[in-house]
């Protein structure tokens, strides 16, 4: 089991430049998070999908920021144009949902370190 | 609003020292109850969980958690600490109404040896 891949591990960019993040969820799992982490305001959940739809993307800050998954296997994260204040480590999980609702324990990626300048 | 609320932001222990960290949720239904950790520079990994049954719950490495729903609290304990414990700590709650994951501001933990 490879687990959850996410690229790249650093992203520099400056600002205004468009920014993608990719995740690649484990084979199986039906429901895939993406999550920011900041020193300030810890671990926020952007947006989740299950069976590649996006259910809640309450959490997404800005229309800047925007999510897809066209597939089983991969999803996407991007921020056009990105701000200084999107430095994070963006986070991917991915997780196999019950019919009932319960889930399995998260399975996180290790991250995408975010600095722009 | 449903949310985790972790009460240490900072704690520093010596080698052998018992620990305890605190969380309380605010959500009245049906809860999946978790414990995260994060080693410096890694990915989060589950360090036990809560569905139903047993409140009181084992985990990997000798932590432990257990849940009192009249408390809404769901506080970790390790009855001793090693070096290699240093890490960031979360507690997170599962909503099967919202379906969302949401974590505590997490927890530091220093460990001097």
């Known amino acids: 089991d490879a687990g959850v891949i996410q690229s790249p591990r650093h992203e520099v960019t400056e600002m205004g430049q468009e920014v993608t993040l990719r995740c690649k969820p484990i084979s199986g799992h039906n429901s895939l998070f993406w999550y920011r982490q900041t020193m300030m305001r810890g671990l926020e959940l952007l947006i989740y999908f299950n069976n590649n739809v996006p259910i809640d993307d309450s959490g997404m800050p800005e229309d800047r920021f925007s999510a897809k998954m066209p597939n089983a296997s991969f999803s996407t994260l991007k921020i056009q144009p990105s701000e200084p204040r999107d430095s994070a480590v963006y986070f991917c999980?991915?997780?196999?949902?019950?019919?009932?609702?319960?889930?399995?324990?998260?399975?996180f990626g290790n991250g995408t370190r975010l600095t722009v300048t | 609003a449903q949310s985790v609320s972790q009460h240490n932001h900072h704690v520093i222990l010596s080698e052998a020292a018992s620990l305890e960290l605190g969380c309380n949720y605010s959500?009245?239904?049906?809860?999946?109850l978790f414990w995260y950790v994060q080693y410096p520079g890694q990915h989060l990994q589950l360090l036990l969980k809560?569905?139903?049954?047993?409140?009181l719950v084992k985990g990997i490495k000798g932590f432990e958690a257990e849940f009192i729903k009249s408390k809404f609290s769901f506080n970790l304990r390790k009855p001793s600490v090693q070096w290699s414990d240093t890490a960031e700590y979360f507690c997170a709650v599962f909503s099967g109404n919202t379906g969302k994951l949401i974590f505590g501001q997490g927890t530091t933990l220093q460990v001097k040896p």
């Open positions: 959500y009245g239904g049906t809860v999946n």
């Open positions: 999980a991915s997780s196999l949902s019950s019919a009932t609702g319960g889930p399995s324990p998260l399975h």
């Open positions: 809560y569905f139903s049954g047993d409140p």
